[in-house]
């Protein structure tokens, strides 16, 4: 199980980047320590993977774009396929996460096209009003399922069988979480055609944020209003269009810090901030320090 404390994103888009994730075998299984973090906050991204997930010790909050979930230790989630969301660490104590992504459609299924596809894979990862799903203790239900997922990070990798163990284990979880997303189960157009344009919005801030971007040009790249563009990010990601490109624009400016050497005044042009001043008060109210306080701190870290 590899461990993780940081995510990566595919360029211009804000779909992870699944390192291990191999087309023979579509799944990869984490430990996440979100509090060993920069930050510990994991940015609005997704992935076309499902996510499977239990909180091994903490408290984590899932934010989607229906709202906010806090899951403390000893209990889980699904995340479905191409949903975008984020997480945080909450509370003081150390946070770790495990977690399964994996590609139903090919890894439990087989063949595209089949009947599990059709009966039991697709009405799912296309039902849109289907984000999330959470699993407590309840002494019913939801705890013969955290037993089933927690037994599945149990699963040793280097266990002869591996491979189809952990896909019987899914195979099985996915079953009981099939069951309970039933009544959910809904494709909403005008909801899917939201999510269509926040993504095409984010896609164009991914592409453009060195450079001045209006909320109109924003809204012309996802064939929009602007009264829309406003609307569509506070449904879906709880923030203004600005908020989420200074968000952006200081993620990017961070992987900068931790990289090269550039002057800070060169990283707050080549991240569209207007002034070193205005970049390094922004930083400090994001992160709690200065740029340069951020850059030495990671270093001495580093060495």
Request: include cysteine; charged fraction near 25%; aromatic fraction near 12%.
């Amino acid at each position: 199980m590899r461990e993780i404390n940081r995510i990566e994103f595919v360029d211009n888009s804000q779909e992870e980047r699944l390192q291990d994730f191999q087309r023979d075998f579509p799944c990869t299984t984490s430990r996440v320590h979100l509090d060993a973090y920069v930050r510990p906050y994991v940015p609005w991204h997704w992935h076309k993977a499902a996510e499977l997930f239990y909180v091994a010790q903490g408290s984590i909050q899932y934010n989607t774009p229906k709202g906010s979930v806090i899951f403390p230790a000893g209990s889980g989630g699904f995340v479905n396929s191409a949903i975008l969301h984020s997480t945080e660490h909450r509370g003081e104590e150390p946070c770790v996460q495990l977690l399964h992504l994996f590609d139903p459609t090919t890894f439990l299924c087989g063949d595209l096209g089949s009947r599990i596809e059709k009966k039991y894979i697709l009405p799912l990862i296309l039902s849109t009003q289907v984000e999330m799903l959470c699993f407590f203790p309840d002494g019913d239900r939801s705890d013969a399922l955290l037993n089933e997922l927690w037994e599945s990070f149990e699963i040793d990798p280097n266990e002869w069988g591996y491979e189809l163990l952990l896909r019987e284990k899914l195979s099985r979880i996915w079953l009981q979480i099939f069951a309970m997303a039933r009544p959910q189960m809904k494709i909403v157009p005008e909801r899917e055609q939201t999510f269509d344009r926040v993504k095409r919005m984010m896609a164009y801030i991914h592409a453009h944020y060195m450079e001045a971007i209006s909320v109109g040009s924003l809204a012309a790249a996802a064939f929009c209003s602007q009264r829309e563009c406003y609307r569509a990010f506070h449904s879906c990601l709880h923030m203004t269009p600005n908020e989420y490109l200074r968000s952006y624009r200081l993620q990017m400016a961070r992987q900068k810090l931790l990289r090269g050497d550039d002057t800070l005044t060169a990283i707050a042009h080549d991240c569209g901030f207007g002034s070193s001043s205005y970049f390094s008060k922004a930083f400090h109210k994001a992160y709690g320090c200065t740029p340069k306080e951020f850059r030495n701190t990671s270093r001495r870290l580093a060495e």
